[in-house]
């Protein structure tokens, strides 16, 4: 083995899994974040986290709200979920920019997409500093699945996406 950066090191780990962090603007329309950085801390009670840089908006928005749904979303908006990724919500309504349709979730006021596999309809707890990101600690409020879509994984180190195939 030879000695390489942590940026490297995620190329050789991909792929991993994606999601969008769904949150409400002030204006009440959603904003949309591509991050790669999220796990399951428990299941009783159901609880996730997920990094987001501590400039981003959308960490801006969890912490004022302290609402979220985390959703995986599938193929259908691959290239889209790319754009959300490198654009800013303070500045563009993404979904329109994105053609991303969006749905209702039942108890909540934050629309997520139409095209998601799962969505964690979440509380923040607390949020933590960790370097360049916030690590947010959220309870999972309600959950909800579509085994019809296909998944999403960051491949590259986050250059692409694309669902993962079984071999």
Not at 11 to 24: G, M, Q, R
Not at 82 to 108: N, Q, Y
Not at 135 to 159: R, S
Request: aromatic share 8%; proline share 5%.
């Amino acid at each position: 083995m030879k000695m390489i950066n942590l940026s490297q090191a995620s190329k050789l780990t991909s792929p991993n899994p994606v999601a969008l962090i769904c949150t409400e603007k002030p204006d009440g329309t959603t904003n949309l974040a591509t991050v790669s950085w999220w796990m399951y801390l428990s299941f009783h009670p159901g609880m996730i986290a997920f990094a987001m840089s501590k400039k981003s908006y959308s960490g801006e928005m969890v912490r004022n709200t302290k609402k979220v749904i985390l959703t995986i979303p599938s193929s259908p908006i691959a290239e889209a979920v790319m754009g959300c990724g490198s654009t800013s919500g303070r500045d563009t309504d993404k979904a329109e920019k994105f053609a991303i349709d969006l749905a209702p979730v039942e108890g909540s006021s934050i629309r997520i997409p139409v095209h998601s596999r799962a969505a964690i309809v979440c509380t923040l707890k607390e949020f933590i500093e960790a370097g360049d990101h916030y690590l947010y600690v959220c309870t999972a409020d309600q959950v909800y699945g579509n085994e019809e879509e296909e998944a999403l994984f960051a491949w590259n180190g986050y250059g692409q996406v694309g669902t993962a195939k079984r071999g």
